[in-house]
């Protein structure tokens, strides 16, 4: 199996390279905007220290995209890879239908959107029908980078993780409020628990992809209709 050593070892290192480019925060894409009801999570007392901070960003990548997230990914990318565009469009379509609150979908289409659109800027035209579209997800796009750009699923779906775990903590620092040697802290956590997700996730069959997260829609639900925000979710 293809592993971030063998690619990084190899003559041609882009893979790796275009992994760290999908996975960078700098990606414009406004993934900063979102924190997935962790700003109410922190408003209703539930997150109030980096003990807390640390078990709600390992809960959601152990509970909710291991056995959501990256399972879909690896499917979509299985798709893109096929030509198979049905399987595209039934893979998002299942994705979106598991977003339980309307921010969450909002927030998944939003990023879609605007990676759809920067793909196209970057020479994927297959993403270009994609930033009009209606039901799209960020996974959806992200899949098709991952193929197009040669990233092995594994390393597409442990950047993936990375990408959303940095955005959680940099969510975290600011609303706990944490310093950034504690945000260092649990994204070391994330790094030792990405791995086992990745695993976990890849593992599944299709029957047994979903998952159910009460505390998330909870949080979300209520941060649609919270007072003051600084995030979209």
């Not at 959806?140 to 955005?167: D, H, M, Q």
């Amino acid at each position: 199996m293809t592993t971030i050593a063998t690619i990084a070892t190899a003559p041609d290192r882009t893979a790796l390279l275009r992994l760290l480019q999908l996975a960078s925060p700098t990606l414009p894409v406004g993934a900063y905007a979102y924190s997935q009801g962790l700003e109410y999570a922190v408003h209703g007392g539930w997150v109030t220290d980096e003990a807390e901070a640390r078990e709600w960003v390992l809960g959601l990548l152990n509970y909710n995209l291991a056995n959501l997230d990256i399972p879909v990914l690896a499917r979509l990318s299985k798709a893109w890879q096929a030509g198979d565009q049905s399987g595209v469009l039934c893979w998002t379509r299942f994705l979106r239908a598991s977003r339980e609150t309307m921010e969450l979908r909002a927030e998944d289409r939003s990023l879609g959107v605007a990676l759809a659109r920067l793909l196209t800027d970057l020479g994927i035209g297959e993403a270009k029908p994609w930033a009009a579209a209606h039901i799209v997800t960020y996974a959806t796009l992200f899949g098709l980078a991952a193929v197009r750009w040669k990233i092995p699923v594994p390393e597409a779906a442990a950047g993936y993780l990375w990408s959303w775990c940095e955005n959680q903590v940099a969510g975290a620092i600011k609303l706990v409020p944490l310093g950034q040697t504690a945000g260092q802290r649990i994204l070391a956590h994330c790094a030792v628990a990405i791995p086992g997700a990745v695993r976990q996730g890849l593992a599944l069959a299709d029957g047994a992809v979903g998952a159910a997260v009460p505390g998330l829609a909870i949080a979300s639900a209520r941060h649609e209709t919270q007072y003051t925000r600084l995030f979209r979710s």
